[in-house]
């Protein structure tokens, strides 16, 4: 049995015409639409008054925030050590980041040990070390310096003050800070370094 065939549509075929809207049609649409009023021309528009400067809400509400916890927070007297302790923060950092850091919210990826050391061994050891940790994602270290006790210099901790100096120069170093008691005290650094 053979089908009819059934003519296509032309691919150029144009949309059929829509009529002409009559009398009825408007008086209806005019109806529904009710009452309208012609727009102001754009010389009558007025003009907005300027913005009020920008107010940093969030961060006041941030800065309340920490105040409030560290007033209200009760703390162990024992674990607060007072004295010597360095800190840094690379220019354009958020200050969050040292804040994170001194209460030791990053986790410690690896550890360099300085003690016996003479400083030209600690200088070359440091530099190392900090170039081996970012070869490896380690981006948060600690260095144990040393407190100076046995230090026959006037000039206090010597391996402590070349640690902080290199610090202060690398280019790669975010932020650093004095360990907390339990992780050396300022016997210790914890180092943030920036991904290359």
């Given at each position: 049995m053979k089908l009819p065939r059934i003519p296509k549509p032309s691919r150029h075929a144009s949309a059929p015409a829509r009529p002409a809207p009559t009398d009825a049609d408007s008086a209806l649409f005019r109806e529904l639409i009710g009452p309208v009023?012609?727009?102001?021309?754009?010389?009558?528009?007025?003009?907005?008054?300027?913005?009020?400067?920008?107010?940093?809400?969030?961060?006041?509400?941030?800065?309340?925030?920490?105040?409030?916890?560290?007033?209200?927070?009760?703390?162990?007297?024992?674990?607060?050590?007072?004295?010597?302790?360095?800190?840094?923060?690379?220019?354009?950092?958020?200050?969050?980041?040292?804040?994170?850091?001194?209460?030791g919210q990053f986790s410690?990826?690896?550890?360099?040990?300085?003690?016996?050391?003479t400083a030209e061994v600690a200088r070359e050891a440091i530099h190392a070390f900090l170039d081996e940790a970012i070869r490896h994602h380690e981006y948060c270290v600690r260095i144990v310096h040393g407190?100076?006790?046995?230090?026959?210099?006037?000039?206090?901790?010597?391996?402590?003050?070349l640690t902080e100096q290199i610090l202060r120069r690398r280019s790669d170093v975010v932020a650093f800070s004095s360990a907390l008691p339990a992780q050396g005290g300022t016997g210790a650094v914890l180092v943030l370094l920036g991904r290359p």
């Open positions: 009023r012609p727009l102001t021309h754009a010389s009558e528009v007025p003009v907005m008054a300027e913005r009020p400067p920008a107010e940093p809400r969030q961060f006041e509400r941030d800065e309340a925030a920490v105040r409030d916890e560290l007033l209200d927070h009760a703390f162990d007297p024992a674990t607060i050590e007072v004295g010597e302790e360095i800190h840094h923060l690379k220019a354009g950092q958020p200050g969050r980041l040292l804040r994170q850091l001194r209460r410690v990826r690896a550890e360099l040990d300085l003690h016996q050391m407190k100076g006790l046995r230090s026959a210099t006037a000039r206090g901790p010597v391996l402590k003050g």
